[in-house]
């Protein structure tokens, strides 16, 4: 099946900082989403992004499926951000089901 | 209410016990998804279901079964838990081609 893997692994911040997410895949794809799971365990789609670039207020992501990866890019971070991001994959050959990375976990401090 | 419910939020059960775990949905999505997750790791799929008759394994299906009793409906059986299905699991639903909408999650422990 669809390899993917995200780096960094752990990332620290202080607020106000900017950070960029990478999450690289092996295989074609149909759909690729962005989650973030908050300290309570609660995921949270934060993007659906097969291809293209889409923003939401301090979050942005962008999907160059040619190259098998994307991006997500977090501008200004708060402490509401700590957490863990995971990308989840959708390869061609197994449509209609997602396969998650390992995730990105974030710290963000005061 | 939430899109998608899960129950029971939190479960201890002994070795050998078989328990259900129960996912409904508001949303009208013909897709429903259960998912482990162990601590530090992401997500595995257990089972799959694109509508009530069309049920498929993931790919850690060994030890599980699956129930879609209904479009809205999504229940994961453990026949004979052990201690390394100690997990914290989530449902999902999602439309043909958007992306997924995740219940609370149930977190299990298997003494």
Known sequence: GIQVE????????????????????SDSV???QWFHQNPWGQLINLFYIPSGTKQNG????????????SLLYISSSQTTDSGVYFCAVEGRTNAGKSTFGDGTTLTVKP | ???????PRNRITKTGKRIMLECSQTKGHDRM???R?????????IYYSFDVKDINKGE??????????????????????IPNQTALYFCATSPRGYGY?????????VV
């Not at chain 1, 301090?58 to 990866?69: D, H, I, M, P, Q």
């Not at chain 2, 209410?1 to 129950?7: L, M, S």
């Not at chain 2, 299906?61 to 453990?78: E, P, T």
């Open chain 1, 30 to 32: 149909n759909n690729l």
């Open chain 1, 58 to 69: 301090r979050l942005s992501a962008t999907t160059v499926a040619t190259e098998r990866y």
């Open chain 2, 60 to 81: 850690i299906s060994d030890g599980y079964s699956v129930s879609r009793q209904a479009q809205a409906k999504f229940s994961l059986s453990l026949e004979s838990a």
């Open chain 1, 6 to 25: 995200q780096s960094p692994p752990d990332l620290i911040l202080q607020e106000g900082a900017n950070s960029t997410l990478r999450c690289n895949f």
């Open chain 2, 33 to 35: 998804y259960w998912y």
């Open chain 2, 101 to 109: 909408t995740f219940g609370s999650g149930t977190r299990l422990t």
């Open chain 2, 37 to 45: 997750q162990d601590p530090g790791l992401g997500l595995r799929l």
């Open chain 2, 1 to 7: 209410d939430a899109d998608v419910t899960q129950t």
